[in-house]
């Protein structure tokens, strides 16, 4: 089934904030999204946070990059987004 929202979530070098942020897009009420997580080659422990969201949640995807800048990584998550709309 498609997702009606596509949620972009650009990360480089954001563990401390990474488990909050994925939590309140997991808590919303409506629940026909999903959550496209692009690590833009981050060097901290983003990365493992992203994966194992993403193996508690069937509606996170990750996407592991080389750095190329917020604009790449959002380029990146809007090109795999498989939403009717995307955020």
Not at 39 to 45: L, Q, R, V
């Amino acid at each position: 089934m498609i997702p009606k929202i596509s949620v972009i979530v650009p990360v480089y070098n954001v563990e401390k904030y990474l488990p909050a942020c994925l939590d309140s897009l997991l808590k919303q009420t409506f629940t026909d999204f999903e959550v496209i997580c692009v690590n833009d080659g981050s060097t901290d422990g983003s990365s493992a946070v992203c994966d194992e969201c993403a193996l508690k949640s069937s509606n996170i995807r990750v996407i592991h990059k080389e750095n190329g800048g917020l604009s790449s990584a959002r380029n990146c998550g809007i090109e795999n987004a498989n939403g009717e709309f995307i955020i």
